[in-house]
């Protein structure tokens, strides 16, 4: 069974940061490509970060340079530091898993509300 909780969202103004955690199962945390989603009301949910199992790294061009997803092994969870906030990156921030990058919207938390104000 594979379980994510994702915790650490909120409020803050632009130019602020959050970060995010998604505690998951052992199972998910050491055979799956794991990965920070986002919806906004109106748009597509759009794919942030990916981390596969050896620590490699993507980010969405929305993102890069002020996105990081990030391991901590001995915690078993993930993390995505977001700095340099911008009103845009408003939405819900949900974790995912999944066995292969095709696959990575196998498994799904409920998601945090990230709220950025200008």
């Known amino acids: 069974q594979v379980h994510l909780v994702e915790s650490g969202g909120g409020s803050v103004q632009a130019g602020g940061s959050l970060r995010l955690s998604c505690a998951a199962s052992?199972?998910?945390?050491?055979?799956?490509?794991m990965a920070w989603f986002r919806q906004a009301p109106g748009k597509e949910c759009e794919r942030v970060a990916i981390?596969?199992?050896?620590?490699?790294?993507n980010y969405a061009d929305s993102v890069k340079g002020r996105f990081t997803i990030s391991k901590d092994n001995a915690k078993l969870t993930l993390y995505l530091q977001m700095n340099t906030l911008k009103p845009e990156d408003t939405a819900r921030y949900y974790c995912?898993?999944?066995?292969?990058?095709?696959?990575?919207?196998?498994?799904w938390g409920r998601g945090t509300q990230v709220t950025v104000s200008s």
């Open positions: 995912a898993a999944g066995q292969s990058v095709a696959a990575i919207r196998t498994y």
């Open positions: 052992r199972y998910a945390y050491v055979s799956y490509y």
């Open positions: 981390i596969d199992r050896d620590g490699s790294t």
